[in-house]
Antibody, heavy 120, light 108 residues
Framework: QVQLVQSGAEVGTPGASVKLSCKASGYSFTTYYMHWLRQAPGQGLEWMGI????????KYAQKFQGRVTMTRNTSTSTVYMELNSLTSDDTAVYYCARDILVVSGTLSYWGQGTLVTVSS | SSELTQDPAVSVALGQTVRITCQGN??????ANWYQQKPGQAPVLVFYGKNNRPSGIPDRISGSTSGNTASLTITEAQAEDEADYYCSSRDISGNHGLFGGGTKLTVL
């Protein structure tokens, strides 16, 4: 069965960076695009970007351009999301989610989420 | 503009029918996806595309689109349907994802 297992909770300081991981299993890793989203406490879902695990190409939401980097390791079926220059507004649960098709924008499988807390 | 607008909260009596709506210009070009999220849990896809329901989702849940408005309809609402519901689609450019602000559904 498809599983997305995310790394554990992180605490970051303002100005620092955080790198989260999402390990996929149960399907062909390089076939389906992977999305990253976040959800601030008590707020809605926010789409951050997408990565093609096959070639590594990415597209980022304009809000995060220049501050986010998504990468992948095909040998371990893992995607990564690094966010730089953290502020308190980056405190959120971060999700990876797999597309239902190669790339459609429909997210059929979700990781359990990683809580990132930014605090001095 | 690339935005999806949802009512913040909707309520429905147990066993009745409720419609949750999502408005946005991108819906004229792209179908909506609908996700259900319960407290402390990751979202779950409940309806997508023109007429698609993932396995395990009851057929009491359905979706439709007219013009720039997508709707998620829940018939015979159950207590278990109480959750936040989010619509999503691609933005106008087709290159990025877009989410509505979410609708909190209360089952009375």
């Amino acid at each position: 069965q498809v599983q997305l297992v995310q790394s554990g909770a992180e605490v970051g300081t303002p100005g620092a960076s955080v790198k989260l991981s999402c390990k996929a299993s149960g399907y062909s890793f390089t076939t389906y695009y992977m999305h990253w989203l976040r959800q601030a406490p008590g707020q809605g879902l926010e789409w951050m970007g997408i990565i093609n695990p096959s070639g590594g190409s990415t597209k980022y939401a304009q809000k995060f351009q220049g501050r986010v980097t998504m990468t992948r390791n095909t040998s371990t079926s893992t995607v990564y999301m690094e966010l730089n220059s953290l502020t308190s507004d980056d405190t959120a649960v971060y999700y990876c989610a797999r597309d239902i098709l190669v790339v459609s924008g429909t997210l059929s499988y979700w990781g359990q989420g990683t809580l990132v807390t930014v605090s001095s | 503009s690339s935005e999806l607008t949802q009512d913040p909260a909707v309520s429905v009596a147990l066993g009745q029918t409720v419609r949750i709506t999502c408005q946005g210009n991108s819906l004229r070009n792209y179908f909506a996806n609908w996700y259900q999220q319960k407290p402390g849990q990751a979202p779950v896809l409940v309806f997508y595309g023109k007429n698609n329901r993932p396995s395990g989702i009851p057929d009491r849940i359905s979706g439709s689109t007219s013009g720039n408005t997508a709707s998620l309809t829940i018939t015979e609402a159950q207590a278990e349907d109480e959750a936040d519901y989010y619509c999503s689609s691609r933005d106008i450019s087709g290159n990025h994802g877009l989410f509505g602000g979410g609708t909190k559904l209360t089952v009375l």
